[in-house]
């Protein structure tokens, strides 16, 4: 599972214009995430030459930097059709927390751990789709580094509910998920967590104004995990808002 968020997860002054916080997680297997990143780099190579760029939402939303080739509107929309075929024919789920910042800062007056409980619920419903039973398998969370005390406090808090579990998930059941966090800098190039941010902003805008068209939202919608496998329902599951 390929961990981003959208937002701040600091609740302490929400910004009433940005009022949420969301934390995503992708899902692969091992072979579908190989698929995965080759496609991608397939796809930096033919439109920026070179598999080093690093796709970031706002940089992109933005046409900065090398996304100023994005200022010719041929170019990108050549751009998005090809990554949106990566959206739907790859093989992935989604699993998304969404805070309301303000909300939480209502019921949790003096509680500040939106990232943490994002987490929790992101390996809950990781553990819940791998299936209980299938002590086969194990989930590896990869995270992008957000500086060294906040990776050792996470570090801590993801070591202690694993140990002891949770409300809905027991200790035993928990042995599913390494005992450790996979930490990588941005510039190590990480795709899946490139594509964990794509992914992120377009659940973000979707909360914030549900009412308008979200074209990138909808390419991936049937990517959430749910009560019928994909597509339907995942309310909850492939998608939870907290509070």
Same mark, same amino acid.
Request: hydrophobic letters at 30%; glycine letters at 6%; a positive charge.
């Given at each position: 599972m ?6 701040? @997860? ?7 214009? *940005?009022? #949420? *916080? ?12 190989k698929?995965?990143?080759a496609?991608v ?6 439109? *920026? ?12 939303r933005?046409?900065?930097? @090398? ?20 959206? +739907?024919?790859?093989e992935?789920?989604?699993?998304s927390c #969404?805070?309301n910042k303000? +909300?939480? +800062?209502?019921i949790?007056? /003096? +509680? ?10 992101l390996?809950?419903?990781?553990i819940?789709?791998?299936?209980k ?5 194990v ?11 906040k ?14 579990g949770?409300?809905y ?14 930490f990588?800098?941005?510039d ?11 992914? @992120? /902003? ?10 308008l068209?979200?074209?990138t939202?909808?390419?991936f919608?049937?990517? *959430? ?6 597509g339907?329902? /995942?309310?909850?599951?492939?998608l939870?808002h907290?509070?």
């Amino acid at each position: 599972m390929f961990i981003d968020e959208s937002g701040e @997860a600091n609740i302490t002054n929400p910004d009433p214009r *940005f009022n #949420v *916080f969301v934390l995503c997680g992708v899902v692969f297997s091992e072979d579908g995430y190989k698929h995965f990143d080759a496609e991608v780099k397939k796809l930096k190579n033919k439109f *920026f030459g070179n598999e080093d760029i690093i796709f970031h939402s706002f940089e992109m939303r933005g046409k900065k930097d @090398a996304f100023k080739i994005f200022q010719d509107p041929t170019i990108m929309k050549d751009f998005y059709n090809d990554i949106g075929s990566i959206f +739907k024919t790859c093989e992935y789920w989604v699993i998304s927390c #969404v805070v309301n910042k303000q +909300k939480y +800062k209502e019921i949790y007056p /003096y +509680k500040n751990h939106a990232y943490e409980d994002a987490l929790t619920f992101l390996c809950e419903r990781g553990i819940s789709l791998l299936g209980k039973k299938n002590k086969q398998h194990v989930l590896h969370l990869c995270l992008e580094k957000r500086g060294k005390c906040k990776d050792s406090q996470l570090k801590k808090y993801y070591t202690n509910f694993i140990k002891y579990g949770t409300e809905y998930i027991s200790t035993d059941e928990f042995k599913m998920c390494y005992p450790r966090l996979h930490f990588r800098g941005k510039d190590e190039n990480t795709n899946g967590l490139q594509f964990a941010d794509l992914i @992120a /902003y377009p659940i973000a805008r979707k909360q914030l104004s549900p009412n308008l068209p979200q074209p990138t939202f909808d390419i991936f919608d049937e990517k *959430f995990y749910s009560r019928g496998g994909r597509g339907n329902e /995942y309310y909850g599951l492939g998608l939870k808002h907290f509070p």
